[in-house]
Structure formats: C-alpha cells, structure tokens
C-alpha cells in the first residue's frame, strides 16, 4: 500500500510543479518553517495525512485519504499589512488552481484514484522573522487497491 500512497503522492508533486512552474520543493515539508527562504521564497511540499478504508469490494480496499499541499509565499513588510494580505490571496488562488487541476485530472492516475473529494484550507501561518507565509490546503483523495 505505500507504492500506492507513494504514487499519489509523486503525481501530486508532478501537478504541482505543471500548474506553479516558479515553485520550488521544500526541504522540510512537514516541518515548513524549518526552511530557509532567502532568495527562495516560492516553495511547495506535499505530506501524507490520515486515510480510512470506504465501503469496498472483495479482493480490493478503497481508502479515503489526507494528501496536505503546502505552499509558501514571502511578503513585503511595510506600515501596514497590505503587502501580506495580498500574497494570501495570491496562495489561496495557487492553492484552488491545484485543486482544479488535480479534481479535473485525477492526478493523471484513472485507475487508481477514483474521487478527490472536499478539502480544507488551513489558516495561514506567518513567520514574521522570515517574512514568509505558509499556507496549506488538505485534500481527500479516494483509491483504491487490490488485497491480493
């Protein structure tokens, strides 16, 4: 089952890097503000969430499952936050051209991933130190895979 996870996992990455050709990977994507951001401030990462089996079929196992996108901006600071409500904006827009891309495309994987589902957009998080916004986006994509 991990070739699996792994699998959806790459695609989304692959989708990502299609849809936001400036970004560039993380180093540390469940651990985003670890990461330094001079000069590199257009990041992206994907995590592995939760997963629960679905009603299924004999001999296969359909899993609803938690892929997180994370996305990094950084923001000018001035006299007022304008410069960081702007670059918000700007990573909710990446965020639902993502979503689109991967709710339309099924990640390039037709037979494996059979529904992307609701998602959830957390808070965005600031790192005023760096200046850097992290905003992350939590998918539910269903597949499915053979027990035998």
């Not at 790459?10 to 990502?16: N, Y």
């Not at 899993?63 to 923001?75: E, G, K």
């Not at 702007?86 to 494996?112: G, H, W």
């Amino acid at each position: 089952m991990a070739d699996v996870v792994k699998t959806i996992s790459d695609a989304l990455e692959a989708t990502i890097q299609t849809v936001l050709p400036d970004y560039k990977p993380l180093d540390y994507s469940y651990f985003p503000e670890k990461n330094t951001f001079y000069k590199n401030d257009e990041r992206f990462g994907v995590t592995v969430g939760a997963g629960i089996s679905v009603n299924t079929i004999t001999k296969a196992i359909t899993i609803d499952q938690i892929f997180n996108v994370v996305l990094t901006n950084s923001y000018a600071s001035h006299s007022d936050d304008a410069g960081l409500k702007k670059q918000i904006f700007a990573l909710f827009d990446a965020l639902n051209t993502i979503y689109i891309e991967v709710f339309n495309t099924k990640l390039s994987l037709p037979d494996l991933v059979y529904f992307v589902g609701p998602l959830s957009w957390s808070d965005p998080l600031i790192d005023a130190e760096q200046s850097i916004i992290i905003q992350s986006m939590a998918l539910n994509i269903q597949y499915r895979t053979l027990l035998i």
